[in-house]
């Protein structure tokens, strides 16, 4: 059975700075996605970034970057010039592609950017 | 371009109650995900229905249970509720059965007495 483990249940970092969240996951597959989502209080789950795994590459939108290790299972998320609009929780995930659909979470890590 | 929405965005139900939430999907998606993420917990897969029919499902009871209608709107029905039925539950719609962009709604908190 696949695991998402998100071992910093909360972080907090200056308006401006840099931060990076950490992700470890476990699976014998080899095809798959890892994720990372946002919810802020309002409750929706926002969609941050998306890797898929055979791209060595890492994946970028704008601030938010990621550093993909697929042999180590290892996702992490860098926000860059952090916003207070960053404050929220932030969810990495796991889908197999024989398991379309079926995102696997982790238990989360609280942000707060401070002013 | 309208989003997923669901309703109720609240709920109270006491303890073998049955209740039924619904999910519109966003415009021109067929496939709807369901979702329960208790209070301080990442969210956890309950099943995905594509094109009317339950095409993946996860470890909860046949309590659990769902239908997708023609216009791929779909509802989760929870028979004989359980204290620790109480959670948030979030519907995500999807272009394509393999999800790899899901968009999810704001979610009905069902609080179980």
């Known amino acids: 059975a696949q695991t998402v483990t998100q071992s910093q249940p909360e972080m907090s970092v200056q308006e401006a700075e840099t931060v990076t969240l950490s992700c470890t996951y476990d699976?014998?597959?080899?095809?798959?996605?890892l994720f990372w989502y946002k919810q802020p209080p309002s409750r929706q789950m926002i969609l941050v970034i998306r890797?898929?795994?055979?791209?060595?590459q890492n994946a970028t939108e704008n601030r938010f970057s990621v550093n993909f290790q697929k042999a180590a299972k290892s996702f992490s998320l860098k926000i860059s010039d952090s916003q207070l609009g960053d404050t929220a929780m932030y969810f990495c995930a796991f889908m197999s592609y024989n398991q379309g659909g079926k995102l696997i979470f982790g238990q989360g890590t609280e942000l707060s950017v401070k002013p | 371009e309208t989003g997923v929405t669901q309703s109720p965005t609240h709920l109270i139900k006491t303890r073998g109650q049955q209740v039924t939430l619904r999910c519109s999907s966003q415009s021109g998606h067929n496939t709807v995900s369901w979702y329960q993420q208790a209070l301080g917990q990442g969210p956890q897969f309950i099943f995905q229905?594509?094109?009317?029919?339950?095409?993946g499902r996860g470890n909860f009871p046949p309590r659990f249970s769902g239908l997708q209608f023609p216009n791929y709107s779909s509802e989760l029905n929870v028979n004989a509720l359980e204290l620790d039925d109480s959670a948030l539950y979030l519907c995500?719609?999807?272009?394509?059965?393999?999800?790899?962009?899901?968009?999810f709604g704001p979610g009905t908190r069902l609080t179980v007495l």
């Open positions: 699976t014998s597959e080899n095809n798959y996605y």
């Open positions: 229905y594509y094109r009317e029919e339950e095409n």
């Open positions: 890797q898929e795994a055979y791209k060595q």
């Open positions: 995500a719609s999807s272009l394509e059965s393999s999800g790899r962009e899901q968009f």
